[in-house]
């Protein structure tokens, strides 16, 4: 059975489809914000009319109430998206005081799906509503709807707050009319006990035990059925939620399921989607607009729910630094760009990026109705810390101390002690369980953790008094590295050279600033500083080369005064101007 399933505008090389919430030219994906997508495809519901601008407001910002400025902002992203004014292509007419007009011819196609339920069959299911706008997910949803009709069984794995939940249900949603049999929604969150994992998914469904046998009942009922499940929060129930997919999976074979957590459940037939954090600009220092920065999503998201909050704001182009560090600092986060959004009220935009060094403290007003977890970003990262062994709790914490990237070889040396099982298996848990991202570009891997989470871990480490021990074995591993630096500098190409060194600056500059701190090692950071003077004066450095040098100068004078006669090993072979 087929249905109409919206209409498709297509214009110039591109074609909206409003239906799948999704622009595409030349049959590419085009990235869009929501607003400038809702603005699009009202002017092209009624192209060749001038529409009101009171009247795109109400499309973009149903319910709230914003500046024109606001609509100006996103309109002209619009035009720079779709090319408008390059080359000749006109889309988007400005008529003074009226509103704006699509001017660009437009051809309205039919799309036709054959995935509709009989004709009167009721909707089933249980789905709960999104309440707030999906924003920077269009794409994610689209490809994930295309993949479960394949794939059957998918679990979305990300860390805490990068909305995992929100995805799922607008997946779940928008591949409804593809299950006759309804589209079931389980949250599993508040439980603690794996064996009441089937019960859970049985009271969901209104599904009785048979002879107290509740995954038995589930296999049964799902037998002839064509439904998908949505299994929430799975992460604290792991091993129960895997054996229930698999038993269900085998036993129904028109069923789906769709599992979200913060590690993969490792069943048999299980595919994973990594959810990414929202888009931010590539590069720092890089001066953006606001119509340009609100073209990346989490701009977007954190602009979006401040303008909920105070709806007199509108980004504007000297806000954008701020909101860029914002964003930045917060990895793109979603539920950390939205407790951040919570306090733009408190403290503005520019006070906020001041206080994010302090933002376990700051960012703790989320939703009243939220899980407790994702009132405050701490919880959010307790639920976490506490899932984990207390061997992987220990490796995290002293991984904290790494400002920068670094190679399992640097994570052995700093991590101590830990040889069973070997350093390589608690990374790979730990990625697997969303507190570490790994570059695989490279021959040789490198992690890293978010920011969030290692000024998480960083005061767990000072908390277990284990920052000095782990920052003195961070800066001696730093030590060694660059101690043949100088000499390979001349011997390696200058690319190649800084390739190799450039990467690690970040942890070098950790290394010499604990190095010189009342709790530090001198001697290390003298030695530190001199090896990391060829890296400095190649990367133009130079202003902080001379101060980091006269600090070393510094502290060996004070060291000499001191004690004219301590050998320190440290004996300068550069001479600084």
């Given at each position: 059975?087929?249905?109409?399933?919206?209409?498709?505008?297509?214009?110039?090389?591109?074609?909206?489809m409003?239906?799948?919430?999704?622009?595409?030219?030349?049959?590419?994906?085009?990235?869009?914000?929501?607003?400038?997508?809702?603005?699009?495809?009202?002017?092209?519901?009624?192209?060749?009319?001038?529409?009101?601008?009171e009247?795109?407001?109400?499309?973009?910002?149903?319910?709230?109430?914003?500046?024109?400025?606001?609509?100006?902002?996103?309109?002209?992203?619009?035009?720079?998206?779709?090319?408008?004014?390059?080359?000749?292509?006109?889309?988007?007419?400005?008529?003074?005081?009226?509103?704006?007009?699509?001017?660009?011819?437009?051809?309205?196609?039919?799309?036709?799906?054959?995935?509709?339920?009989?004709?009167?069959?009721?909707?089933?299911?249980?789905?709960?509503?999104?309440l707030?706008?999906?924003?920077?997910?269009?794409?994610?949803?689209?490809?994930?709807?295309?993949?479960?009709?394949?794939?059957?069984?998918?679990?979305?794995?990300?860390p805490?707050?990068?909305?995992?939940?929100?995805?799922?249900?607008?997946?779940?949603?928008?591949?409804?009319?593809?299950?006759?049999?309804?589209?079931?929604?389980?949250?599993?969150?508040?439980?603690?006990?794996?064996?009441?994992?089937?019960?859970?998914v049985?009271?969901?469904?209104?599904?009785?035990?048979?002879?107290?046998d509740?995954?038995?009942?589930?296999?049964?009922?799902?037998?002839?059925?064509?439904?998908?499940?949505?299994?929430?929060?799975?992460?604290?129930?792991?091993?129960?939620?895997?054996?229930?997919?698999?038993?269900?999976?085998?036993?129904?074979?028109?069923?789906?399921?769709?599992?979200t957590?913060?590690?993969?459940?490792?069943?048999?037939g299980?595919?994973?989607?990594?959810?990414?954090?929202?888009?931010?600009?590539?590069?720092?220092?890089?001066?953006?607009?606001?119509?340009?920065?609100?073209?990346y999503?989490?701009?977007?998201?954190?602009?979006?729910?401040?303008?909920?909050?105070?709806?007199?704001?509108?980004?504007?182009?000297?806000?954008?630094?701020?909101?860029?560090?914002?964003?930045?600092?917060?990895?793109?986060?979603?539920?950390?760009?939205?407790?951040?959004?919570?306090?733009?009220?408190?403290?503005?935009?520019r006070?906020?990026?001041?206080?994010?060094?302090?933002?376990?403290?700051?960012?703790?007003?989320?939703?009243?109705?939220?899980?407790?977890?994702?009132q405050?970003?701490?919880?959010?990262?307790?639920?976490?810390?506490?899932?984990?062994?207390?061997?992987?709790?220990t490796?995290?914490?002293?991984?904290?101390?790494?400002?920068?990237?670094?190679?399992?070889?640097?994570?052995?040396?700093?991590?101590?002690?830990?040889?069973?099982?070997?350093?390589?298996?608690?990374?790979?848990?730990?990625?697997?369980?969303?507190?570490?991202?790994?570059?695989?570009?490279?021959?040789?891997?490198?992690?890293?953790?978010?920011?969030?989470?290692?000024?998480?871990?960083?005061?767990?480490?000072?908390?277990?008094?284990?920052?000095?021990?782990?920052?003195?074995?961070h800066?001696?591993?730093?030590?060694?590295?660059?101690?043949?630096?100088?000499?390979?500098?001349?011997?390696?190409?200058?690319p190649?050279?800084?390739?190799l060194?450039g990467?690690?600056?970040?942890?070098?500059?950790?290394?010499?600033?604990?190095?010189?701190?009342?709790?530090?090692?001198?001697?290390?950071?003298?030695?530190?500083t001199v090896?990391?003077?060829?890296?400095?004066?190649?990367?133009?450095?130079?202003?902080?080369?001379?101060?980091?040098?006269?600090?070393?100068?510094?502290?060996?004078?004070?060291?000499?005064s001191?004690?004219?006669?301590?050998?320190?090993?440290?004996?300068?072979?550069?001479?600084?101007?």
């Amino acid at each position: 059975m087929f249905r109409m399933d919206g209409e498709i505008f297509a214009f110039g090389s591109f074609r909206l489809m409003p239906a799948q919430r999704m622009l595409s030219e030349d049959g590419k994906p085009v990235r869009l914000s929501s607003r400038a997508l809702d603005i699009l495809a009202a002017l092209l519901e009624r192209a060749g009319e001038t529409i009101s601008k009171e009247e795109l407001i109400a499309r973009a910002w149903p319910d709230t109430v914003v500046e024109e400025a606001a609509l100006r902002v996103h309109v002209a992203a619009l035009r720079k998206t779709l090319g408008d004014g390059r080359a000749g292509k006109r889309y988007i007419a400005n008529l003074s005081g009226r509103g704006y007009a699509f001017i660009a011819p437009v051809t309205r196609e039919r799309a036709l799906s054959a995935t509709a339920a009989p004709t009167g069959m009721a909707e089933a299911g249980n789905l709960p509503a999104l309440l707030t706008s999906v924003v920077g997910r269009d794409n994610v949803i689209s490809r994930l709807v295309q993949q479960l009709l394949r794939r059957r069984f998918i679990t979305i794995v990300g860390p805490g707050g990068i909305g995992k939940t929100t995805v799922a249900v607008a997946v779940a949603d928008r591949a409804r009319e593809s299950y006759k049999d309804g589209v079931w929604f389980v949250g599993l969150a508040s439980l603690s006990d794996p064996d009441l994992v089937p019960s859970a998914v049985g009271a969901a469904l209104g599904v009785p035990p048979s002879g107290g046998d509740h995954t038995r009942a589930l296999a049964a009922w799902l037998r002839d059925r064509n439904a998908l499940l949505v299994l929430d929060n799975c992460e604290h129930l792991i091993g129960a939620t895997a054996a229930l997919a698999e038993a269900i999976l085998k036993a129904a074979p028109h069923a789906s399921i769709l599992a979200t957590a913060r590690e993969p459940l490792r069943a048999e037939g299980e595919w994973l989607h990594r959810l990414a954090p929202l888009d931010l600009p590539p590069q720092e220092g890089t001066f953006l607009s606001a119509a340009e920065a609100l073209s990346y999503s989490a701009v977007e998201l954190f602009s979006e729910r401040v303008t909920a909050a105070l709806d007199d704001f509108v980004l504007d182009d000297a806000d954008v630094p701020a909101v860029l560090e914002i964003c930045r600092r917060l990895d793109g986060i979603p539920l950390a760009l939205e407790l951040a959004a919570a306090r733009v009220g408190v403290f503005g935009v520019r006070e906020l990026a001041d206080h994010l060094d302090d933002r376990f403290r700051v960012l703790t007003s989320g939703r009243r109705t939220a899980l407790l977890r994702h009132q405050t970003l701490a919880a959010t990262l307790d639920w976490s810390y506490q899932l984990l062994s207390e061997a992987e709790r220990t490796v995290l914490r002293r991984l904290s101390v790494f400002a920068g990237d670094f190679s399992v070889d640097a994570a052995g040396a700093v991590a101590g002690n830990l040889l069973e099982p070997p350093i390589i298996d608690h990374i790979a848990n730990l990625v697997a369980k969303s507190l570490l991202a790994a570059d695989l570009h490279d021959e040789t891997a490198h992690y890293r953790l978010l920011d969030t989470t290692r000024l998480y871990a960083f005061d767990k480490l000072r908390s277990a008094g284990e920052l000095p021990e782990t920052a003195h074995r961070h800066a001696e591993y730093y030590c060694a590295l660059f101690a043949p630096a100088e000499i390979e500098s001349k011997a390696r190409p200058q690319p190649e050279w800084l390739g190799l060194y450039g990467r690690h600056l970040d942890n070098v500059r950790a290394a010499l600033d604990w190095a010189f701190s009342p709790e530090g090692d001198s001697q290390i950071g003298l030695v530190l500083t001199v090896a990391v003077v060829p890296l400095l004066v190649e990367l133009s450095l130079l202003g902080e080369c001379r101060e980091r040098v006269e600090r070393a100068l510094a502290r060996l004078n004070l060291i000499s005064s001191r004690d004219p006669g301590t050998k320190l090993g440290f004996m300068p072979h550069w001479e600084y101007r």
